[in-house]
Nanobody, 123 residues
């Protein structure tokens, strides 16, 4: 049974940094895309970043230049380094796995999801 466990959320002031981690287990992930989404209260789930099988990374427009996604294929983990955080980054952040090697920016293509971790940025 596939399980994704996120960690590293918390509260930070604007301009600060946080690092999220996600550990995947119960499956084989080397040929998958792994990514991060977020959802703020009253808003739709939003694509943040993903790393595809080849190692190429893709980012949502709102986080480009501030967030960096990294993946350890040996450990089946994916991290999200978040810098220059702003109040609008406040959301629950979810780790996700798409069995396709390329993934997408659409949440509906991802088969597996973590439970989410809260990130709160105060002004």
């Amino acid at each position: 049974q596939v399980q994704l466990v996120e960690s590293g959320g918390g509260s930070v002031q604007a301009g600060g940094s946080l690092r999220l981690s996600c550990a995947a287990s119960g499956g084989s992930f080397s040929n998958t895309a792994m990514g991060w989404f977020r959802q703020a209260p009253g808003k739709e789930r939003e694509f943040v970043a993903r790393v595809i099988r080849s190692g190429n990374a893709y980012y949502g427009d709102s986080v480009k230049g501030r967030f960096t996604i990294s993946r350890d294929y040996a450990k089946d983990t994916v991290d999200l380094q978040m810098n220059s955080l702003q109040p609008e980054d406040t959301a629950i952040y979810y780790c996700a796995v798409d069995e396709s090697p390329y993934g997408s920016q659409r949440s509906e293509t991802y088969e597996y999801w973590g439970q989410g971790t809260q990130v709160t940025v105060s002004s």
